[in-house]
């Protein structure tokens, strides 16, 4: 695949316009400042014309407890697919969903359900607990019913859990 005539981010921290060739999962090359070359076009399957348009790395939202309706306390893939679709939509290509502060059991099944769709969706690349372990006087929307004091045993057990 080519992407040509984009405005490309590069390690300098500013937009240059120049195309991408990219191979699989793979970018071959960077030209910056150059015409496209025709040539590559007769090699690609596609090319895809992004002038006007920035080109930059997928980004990264570190946490996220839903989108497009869903919440992923929801715990369905239904709802999985729909917060993936739509972060992929935005630009987002790896995402870190966040837990509530819930019961242990509810928290297990969270894990182990979002443990079980990364296994085919590469986009998600951890899980942030944002409870129980969190101090009640930084609990903002957070539940203080379910908060507890650190307990590595049962960090432990949920991470365990995940993995299942």
Known sequence: MIIKNGSIFG????????????CGDVIK?????????V?????QEEVIDADGLYVIPGLVDIHLHGAA????????????????????????????????TLPQQTLYR???????????????????MEGPFI????KGAQNEGYIQVPDIT???????YNKT
Request: glycine fraction near 8%; aromatic fraction near 10%; include cysteine.
């Open 69 to 100: 309706g869903f919440d992923f306390c929801d715990c369905t893939e239904e709802a999985f697919a729909a917060i993936v679709d739509f972060e992929l939509s935005h630009g987002v290509t790896s995402i870190v969903p966040a837990t509530m």
């Open 39 to 43: 040539e590559l076009q007769q090699k």
């Open 11 to 22: 390690e300098n921290g500013r937009f240059c316009r120049g195309n991408i060739d990219i």
């Open 135 to 138: 101090s009640a006087d930084k």
């Open 110 to 128: 969270i894990m182990g359900a979002i443990g079980q769709y990364a296994k085919n969706h590469a986009s998600i690349k951890g899980i942030t």
């Open 29 to 37: 090359n960077i030209d910056y400042d150059k015409a496209y070359n």
């Open 154 to 160: 049962l960090f432990n057990r949920l991470m365990l």
